[in-house]
T-cell receptor
Framework: EPEVTQTPSHQVTQMGQEVILRCVPI?????FYWYRQILGQKVEFLVSFYNNEISEKSEIFDDQFSVERPDGSNFTLKIRSTKLEDSAMYFC???????????FGPGTRLTVT | RKEVEQDPGPFNVPEGATVAFNCTYS??????FFWYRQDCRKEPKLLMS???SGNEDGRFTAQLNRASQYISLLIRDSKLSDSATYLCVVSGSSNTGKLIFGQGTTLQVKP
């Protein structure tokens, strides 16, 4: 069964450093998303992406965040200058149609020290 | 008012019990509704979509009341493997695929 994959599974970085989280969505999917979940809290929407552009972003997704689909398979989330409060699990998701079930990757645990 | 509100629990039930979870949402423009399941430190996985007419999948039954902006999930004959956090999820109103998650309700099924 096709699945969304994410790398790395765990990333530790120092405050102020840049990180890039990588995702490979399911191959025939057209809509891509990033969510985050701070430990003990709910899953929060960050951004949706379709046709090589952002279709919606949340208040969390400020100028420090960017997304890119550099080729036909990868979908990346970059945080330019990490803060302690960016520590969370970051989930990538995708679907073929925006009303369909979203398939989530296993997540990247980001720890900012 | 929270966008999606759930009783966080935990619900501790014996095997074989029937348990019901409730959820309310604030945006009347939401069009899609789901229950996802999340195991500890894992990704959310779709349990079932929720339709206005109500729908059933084996031991699981979901109901939607648009007028009251209320969603429910009923689990019959609980199994140990049902122990997880159940997430009530609704779509945003902007039709971009954005999902809005509730805090989740934790279920612990005991032998």
């Amino acid at each position: 069964e096709p699945e969304v994959t994410q790398t790395p599974s765990h990333q530790v970085t120092q405050m102020g450093q840049e990180v890039i989280l990588r995702c490979v969505p399911i191959s025939n999917h057209l809509y891509f998303y990033w969510y985050r979940q701070i430990l003990g809290q709910k899953v929060e929407f960050l951004v949706s992406f379709y046709n090589n552009e952002i279709s919606e972003k949340s208040e969390i997704f400020d100028d420090q965040f960017s997304v890119e689909r550099p080729d036909g398979s990868n979908f990346t989330l970059k945080i330019r200058s990490t803060k302690l409060e960016d520590s969370a699990m970051y989930f990538c998701a995708s679907n073929r149609d925006r009303a369909d079930e979203q398939y989530f990757g296993p997540g990247t645990r980001l720890t900012v020290t | 008012r929270k966008e999606v509100e759930q009783d966080p629990g935990p619900f501790n039930v014996p095997e074989g019990a029937t348990v019901a979870f409730n959820c309310t949402y604030s945006n009347s423009a939401s069009q899609s509704f789901f229950w996802y399941r999340q195991d500890c430190r894992k990704e959310p996985k779709l349990l079932m979509s929720v339709y206005s007419s109500g729908n059933e999948d084996g031991r699981f039954t979901a109901q939607l009341n648009r007028a009251s902006q209320y969603i429910s999930l009923l689990i019959r004959d609980s199994k140990l493997s049902d122990s997880a956090t159940y997430l009530c999820v609704v779509s945003g109103s902007s039709n971009t695929g954005k999902l809005i998650f509730g805090q989740g309700t934790t279920l612990q099924v005991k032998p």
